[in-house]
């Protein structure tokens, strides 16, 4: 089944301490992105990266790192998480031409305390 | 600042009515515009596109109409079902150096209500 596998689904932690959140997909796209949802102000764009090695800032990168490795997996690193960084983090992956449909993971919430 | 948004958080029909979610846009440059639909709990799924030369597009049930003089964009889907309850979300697609995908603006999403 194709599919954007995120894990862990929830997560509580404490301020400071290092933490990632995996993605990982099996269709052999290019493309993939992080974005982190928040009420009134839908999904922003974190980080996204167009192929192995290519990764690039969306509009809310602070305090978040990526890495692209492999073509299947797009790792989400908190070095320090902070309270604000406390929200739903979605990964999506696509085609890097001729199609702008996105596959989205289901998501991680993730709360620091 | 540019920005994608919709004009109604909250939309209530009955099942069987059309439905018409509508979202403004403020990039001219984009070059596409996606409508995604995210159910309670799951990510957001792709519903349908249109290229920023077209005006209208059809899918199974669901039509997206694009107003470029006004920077409007609108989904509209017929016989509106209870399984069509989610949130809609606008997104246009603003390809850096027209290298394709993709850099998603997404607006803040619209609720969908249908009542039996």
């Known amino acids: 089944e194709a599919q954007v596998t995120q894990n862990p689904r929830y997560l509580i932690t404490v301020t400071g301490k290092k933490l990632t959140v995996t993605c990982s997909q099996n269709?052999?796209?290019?493309?993939m992105s992080w974005y982190r949802q928040d009420p009134g102000l839908g999904l922003r764009q974190i980080y996204y990266?167009?192929?192995?090695?290519?990764?690039d800032k969306g509009d809310v990168p602070e305090g978040y790192k990526v890495s692209r490795k492999e073509k299947r997996n797009f790792p989400l690193i908190l070095e320090s998480p902070s309270p604000n960084q406390t929200s739903l983090y979605f990964c999506?992956?696509?085609?890097?031409?001729?199609?702008?449909?996105?596959?989205f993971g289901q998501g991680t919430r993730l709360t620091v305390v | 600042g540019e920005s994608v948004g919709l004009h109604l958080p909250t939309l209530s029909v009955q099942e069987g009515d059309n439905s018409i979610i509508n979202c403004a846009y403020s990039?001219?440059?984009?070059?596409?515009f996606i409508w995604y639909k995210q159910e309670s709990g799951k990510g957001p799924q792709f519903i349908i596109d249109?290229?920023?030369?077209?005006d209208k597009r059809q899918g199974q049930r669901v039509t997206v109409l694009l107003n470029k003089t006004v920077k409007h964009l609108s989904l509209q889907i017929a016989a509106t079902q209870p399984g069509d309850s989610a949130v809609y979300f606008c997104?246009?697609?603003?390809?850096?150096?027209?290298?394709?995908?993709?850099?998603?603006?997404f607006g803040t999403g619209t609720r969908l209500l249908v009542s039996p």
């Open positions: 999506a992956s696509g085609l890097k031409t001729g199609s702008t449909e996105a596959f």
């Open positions: 269709m052999n796209h290019e493309y």
């Open positions: 249109i290229r920023s030369n077209m």
């Open positions: 997104a246009e697609n603003r390809s850096p150096e027209n290298t394709g995908f993709q850099k998603l603006v």
């Open positions: 990266s167009m192929n192995v090695e290519v990764t």
């Open positions: 990039n001219s440059a984009s070059d596409y």
